[in-house]
C-alpha cells in the first residue's frame, strides 16, 4: 500500500509561483512511476508530469518550461514547481503513485488557483 499528501495549493497572482508537495509514505519502493494530474472545472482530469523510477521526465505541453516536476532522494517526497502560472492553470491538482504491481494510488488533492 502506498499514501499519498499532497501539500502547497493556494492562490497565486498570473505570473507567480507555487511549489506543491506529495509526502509518500507506506511501500515507497514498489513505485514506478510518480506523477502529477489536475482537473479543472467541468473538464477531465488531466496529466501535467510525470517522473518514472529512472529519473524521466514528461510534462504536458501546456506546461512545457514553466513547470517541473522531482523529488527527494529518499523518493518519501515529489514536488511540482509551478512558474509563470497562468489563470487556466487553475485546478485541483492531484498526486499519483503507480506501482510495479500494477496498482494506482492517488492523494485527495490540493486546490490551485491563479488570478489574472
Known amino acids: 500500500q502506498v499514501q499519498l499528501v499532497e501539500s502547497g495549493g493556494g492562490l497565486v497572482q498570473a505570473g507567480g509561483s507555487l511549489r506543491l508537495s506529495c509526502a509518500v509514505s507506506?511501500?515507497?519502493?514498489?513505485?514506478?512511476?510518480m506523477g502529477w494530474y489536475r482537473q479543472a472545472p467541468g473538464k477531465q482530469r488531466e496529466l501535467v508530469a510525470r517522473?518514472?523510477?529512472?529519473?524521466?521526465?514528461n510534462y504536458a505541453d501546456s506546461v512545457k518550461g514553466r513547470f517541473t516536476i522531482s523529488r527527494t532522494d529518499g523518493r518519501d517526497t515529489v514536488y511540482l514547481q509551478m512558474n509563470n502560472m497562468k489563470p487556466d492553470d487553475t485546478a485541483v491538482y492531484y498526486c499519483n503513485a503507480h506501482s510495479w504491481s500494477n496498482m494506482g494510488y492517488w492523494g485527495k488533492g490540493t486546490l490551485v488557483t491563479v488570478s489574472s
Open positions: 517522473l518514472t523510477g529512472g529519473g524521466i521526465t
Open positions: 507506506g511501500s515507497i519502493f514498489s513505485i514506478n512511476l
